[in-house]
């Protein structure tokens, strides 16, 4: 079974990419990590290119839900049956201090939002858009590291910037 067709087994999934056409959204994080290892995600978070605002009227369009924006950039709905689904604006993300939140800013790109994440396993996104949808764009090979089973930190200063990292880093072992 190819990816598009994985992406596809999954009801909301499909329906979500259905309402929103070719509009440029991505799955990222935890799912795509989680559907390479063969598990179920009961959680999905997504990314935009544009402002999130503009999703909200479509989302709504998968039923009932309970939703609310962040200072972030992001958005977090709340279905019933425990499906959690976070939109997020793509964003670069700078540290003024070690352990303290970020400053956040739009980026330009899906492969600027994979870098500033925390490891290469979860700096993978799967298209959801009509076109293409089930492509796969994994600029810090996440893919390669899940099949050699490494965890691998994109950028120097990372558990400093956030100390949680640490933690995440040894959940994933």
Do not use: Q
Not at 31 to 42: A, E, I, T, W
Not at 54 to 65: H, R, T, W
Not at 140 to 162: C, Q
Request: glycine share 6%; aromatic share 10%.
């Amino acid at each position: 079974m190819n990816l598009a067709d994985r992406l596809k087994s999954d009801p909301f999934l499909k329906r979500l990419s259905e309402l929103l056409g070719e509009e440029e959204v991505y799955v990222v994080g935890g799912y795509p990590r989680d559907l390479f290892l063969g598990k179920r995600s009961p959680d999905i978070d997504i990314v935009v290119l544009e402002d999130i605002k503009k999703f909200i009227e479509p989302i709504k369009m998968l039923g009932p839900v309970e939703f609310r924006l962040s200072e972030f950039m992001t958005a977090k709905f709340a279905f019933p049956g425990g499906r959690i689904l976070d939109i997020a604006r793509a964003r670069r993300e700078r540290y003024p201090r070690p352990a303290v939140l970020p400053e956040v800013e739009p980026a330009e790109s899906i492969e600027e939002d994979l870098w500033r994440r925390d490891f290469s396993i979860n700096a993978m996104a799967i298209s959801l858009r009509k076109s293409n949808f089930g492509e796969l764009i994994d600029p810090a090979s996440g893919l390669e590291g899940l099949r050699r089973g490494t965890i691998r930190v994109l950028k120097e200063g990372s558990f400093r910037d956030d100390p949680t990292r640490a933690y995440r880093a040894i959940r994933y072992s």
